[in-house]
């Protein structure tokens, strides 16, 4: 059988720019589950949930984020992972699709590097890039 990893992580985001910013606290819940297929080979996947706050309607909403991903280690400090998102707002009622694309740096067994971009799959969805570290404890 091949090893599993899952955990949930609830989160809080705290208002901390004034008139700037949402406003108000956000929440959400993260639930993440990792395979292990082979050696060099991880399936992963998450439902992210969040309680988001608009100021200007002064009202909460949902937004739910499914993905999946597949990491292949070509070498002992690198592999890359590509990943499909989809992201469902109950504000705007409308699903943003994208395919993130991202080499994975694994500096130590506690330390990970990454960076890559968010490539849009429709015109809802925006082209981002991003930049981001692991740390494990």
């Known amino acids: 059988m091949a090893p599993v990893g ?7 985001r705290l208002p ?7 406003g108000a606290v956000e929440y959400g819940l993260v639930l993440p589950i990792d395979v292990e297929l082979s ?19 002064d009202r909460r909403h949902l937004k739910m984020t ?27 009622r409308r ?3 994208t395919v993130n ?5 694994k500096v130590n067994d506690n330390l990970q590097l ?3 971009a968010y490539l849009a ?4 969805s925006d082209r981002e890039y991003f930049v981001g570290f692991t740390v494990r404890r």
């Open 6 to 12: 899952k955990a949930d992580s609830g989160f809080a």
């Open 16 to 22: 901390t720019g004034g008139q700037v910013g949402t």
């Open 39 to 57: 050696d060099k080979l991880n399936l992963e996947a998450q439902l992210a949930s969040e309680v988001n706050y608009d100021r200007e309607q």
């Open 66 to 92: 499914p993905s999946m991903a597949l990491e292949y280690d070509f070498a002992r400090k690198l592999g890359p992972i590509t990943e499909a998102v989809a992201q469902w707002n109950t504000q705007q």
């Open 95 to 97: 699903w943003q699709t």
């Open 101 to 105: 694309v991202a080499p994975i740096i």
């Open 114 to 116: 990454d960076f890559g």
């Open 121 to 124: 799959l429709n015109r809802l």
